[in-house]
């Protein structure tokens, strides 16, 4: 009976983690609600979407906040991921209040800096997560890249001591997770050019603007999450073919026999 429990066990957990779900609550509704629901509600010429900058940019924080949270209590389950993105949900209100409550001009010229800070603060904690753990009992190398359902850790392990290379395999490890987190690092300084890139020129003086900020963020987080998904693209596709080669050459198996049967 152990058997056909497990296999309905593995199917639900995919099912519940659907990355165009992600990125629809995390990235494409707040784009939306900042730059075109952002406008004064109470403007002659506004609109029914138009909710004005103070309640565009709660719900824009409020909805990926409130997915993450039913996320977590539906499935028992905190994703690293999501906990670093709800991080950064919260973070961006913070900052967002601080700048919303005075009409200081100085103030607000400082915009730049302080959401550059946060938006490279978010791929440096997500890099370092993959330092910290590597020599824990579940390193989040191994769950994003050097997985079980992707290559047979039982073949490659059982040659790998046979062939006496456990420490080049080892060392394999730990370069790759290196390059990782160089990927995290160049997506941080990306993000961090970004904010200066779009919020540099916002004018501290101008009477609208909150309305301007809340755009501007807009752009910012739909950027954002090229800039840091790109780089891991590229990234990571390099560590794969890396990482199989370095197997091969350890195991002396060919690329079929490292990789699991589809």
Not at 7 to 22: F, G, V
Not at 55 to 60: C, D, E, S, V
Not at 134 to 142: E, G, K, Q
Request: hydrophobic share 45%; proline share 5%; net charge neutral.
């Amino acid at each position: 009976m152990s058997a056909p429990d497990a296999i309905p066990a593995s199917s639900a957990a995919k099912k519940q983690d659907n990355p165009l779900t992600d990125i629809i609550v995390n990235v494409i509704l707040p784009v939306m609600l900042l730059t075109y629901c952002s406008k004064d509600a109470e403007a002659q010429d506004a609109k029914a979407w138009h909710l004005g900058p103070y309640l565009a940019m709660t719900l824009a924080i409020t909805i990926p906040l409130a997915y993450g949270v039913w996320h977590f209590i539906k499935h028992r389950k905190l994703n690293t991921f999501s906990a670093v993105g709800v991080g950064n949900v919260l973070l961006t209100g913070l900052i967002t209040i601080y700048l919303f409550s005075t009409d200081d001009p100085t103030t607000r010229r400082n915009a730049p800096l302080f959401f550059g800070i946060k938006e490279a603060i978010q791929p440096l904690i997500l890099g370092s997560l993959f330092l910290l753990t590597h020599r824990s009992a579940s390193p989040l190398f191994n769950a994003f890249i050097y997985n079980d359902a992707l290559f047979d850790h039982g073949r490659i392990n059982k040659k790998v001591k046979e062939n006496g290379h456990e420490e080049d395999l080892s060392r394999l490890l730990w370069t790759s997770t290196l390059l990782f987190f160089g990927s995290f690092c160049l997506s941080a300084a990306m993000n961090l050019g970004l904010a200066f890139y779009f919020l540099h020129d916002l004018d501290p003086h101008a009477t609208n603007w909150r309305e301007l900020y809340n755009e501007d963020v807009g752009r910012i987080t739909g950027w954002g999450f090229l800039v840091i998904g790109v780089p891991l693209l590229v990234v990571g596709g390099f560590i794969l073919a890396r990482m199989i080669k370095g197997l091969k050459a350890l195991t002396g198996l060919e690329t079929e026999m490292i990789l699991q049967a589809r």
